[in-house]
Structures are given as C-alpha cells and as structure tokens.
C-alpha cells in the first residue's frame, strides 16, 4: 500500500464552483499533514498545514480524520487561478530529519 | 526572509556525462536540506536529506551523490549519467516539517 495516496484526477469545474479533494495515508504514526500547491512545470509550493481541529484560509479549508487516516481540502468558489496539483503531504515513518511524503497529486482545471 | 536558489534552471547533458547542480539558501541557520527528483508523471522522490554540514543521508540507491560543504550549500552530483537520471530535480529546505522548494532543475539526458 502506497503511503499516500490521492486520486489523480484530473478534476474539472466551472469557475466558482466547490470542489473537494480526500487522500489517504498509511502510517498512523504520521504528526504533520500539509497540502502543497503544484502549477505546472513549476516548484510546489505549500498551501497549507492541515490541523487535528481543521482549518480555513479563505476560500480553502483542510480536514483530518485521524481515526480514518484521511485528509481533505475543500475549496470554495474556484477561481481559474486555482487550477494546478494539488499534493497531500504527511511526515514520514523514517528517521530523515522532517523528512515527508508525497502524494502524487490531484490535477484541478477550473474552466470559464 | 528566506530564499532558496537552484542553478542551472534547465540542462540537457549526454549519457555518462558528469552532473553538479547546486542549491544555495539564504535567511536562514542550519537548515535540513533535501534533493527530491520527480519524474515525468510521477510523485516527488526524496533523494538525499542533510542535517548538517558534512552530513548526508541516502534515501535511494543511485548514482547520484550529495554534499553540503557549507551550512546554506547543496550540491547534487553524478560521475556518469544514466537515461534514468532524466526529471525534474528539485531542492528544499526546513527547520521543521514545513519545507520550502527552490525552482528546480530540468535535467534531460538524451
């Protein structure tokens, strides 16, 4: 089993539409979740940490689930700027200093 | 504030050729560093991880090798180039689980 996993996608919307992205993880020990914004050709670039209690950074709300082991990203009112990967990021089972892992991304298009 | 640089941005080197990319961090003291590749269509691959000068650690078998000779420096290298080493490499750096990536590099070996 991959250690996290997300459904690639792609996932098109209109524009100012709600679209929700989930991914699993596998170790349980995991501490640290985060969502990495990925445009194309480009570096990632952190979006947001994902907390036990939930979070929100206007139009963009992260949730975790310990006992499911699952993580979500809601974004509300897409804007066409919003189209990218989106990666779902958990601390890793080794003893690489901080070291994480990756999803593999899920692909969003938001369209006119 | 801190900044990340990688160079070359991109580079297009032959099978066996020798490689040298570099990471240069500014803003910041004793940073873990990281060298991930991600290939075309595939997840990020953490390659080498550093949490001092002078200590690196190996996640992949490869034949890439890491150094950090000083506190904010990152070098990736490579004495032979395979078809396999082709992707998009890219370096970060932390002080804790949150990890900022530079630029990257496009590296193609035809």
């Known amino acids: 089993r991959k250690e996290v996993e997300q459904d690639p996608g792609p996932f098109n919307v209109p524009e100012g539409a709600t679209v929700a992205f989930n991914c699993t993880y596998s170790?349980?020990?995991?501490?640290?979740f985060f969502w990495y914004r990925q445009d194309c050709r480009k570096e990632p670039k952190l979006l947001m940490s994902v907390y036990s209690s939930g979070n929100e950074d206007g139009r963009f709300t992260a949730q975790l689930n310990r006992a499911s082991q699952y993580i979500s990203l809601l974004i509300r009112d897409s804007k066409l700027s919003d189209s990218a990967t989106y990666l779902c990021?958990?601390?890793?089972?080794?003893?690489?200093?901080?070291?994480?892992?990756f999803g593999k991304g899920t692909s969003l298009l938001v369209t006119p | 504030s801190q900044t990340i640089h990688q160079w070359p941005a991109t580079l297009v080197q032959p099978v066996g050729s020798p490689l040298s990319l570099e990471c240069t961090v500014e803003g910041t003291s004793n940073p873990n560093l990281y060298w991930y590749r991600q290939a075309a269509g595939r997840g990020l691959q953490l390659l080498f991880y550093s949490v001092g000068i002078g200590q690196i650690s190996s996640e992949v078998p490869q034949n890439l090798s890491a150094s950090r000779p000083q506190d904010r420096q990152f070098i990736l290298s490579s004495k032979k180039l395979l078809l396999s080493d082709s992707g998009f490499y890219l370096c970060?750096?932390?002080?804790?689980?949150?990890?900022?990536f530079g630029p990257g590099t496009r590296l193609t070996v035809t």
């Open positions: 170790n349980s020990a995991s501490q640290s």
């Open positions: 990021v958990v601390t890793s089972n080794s003893n690489s200093g901080y070291a994480l892992n």
């Open positions: 970060a750096w932390s002080t804790t689980y949150e990890q900022y």
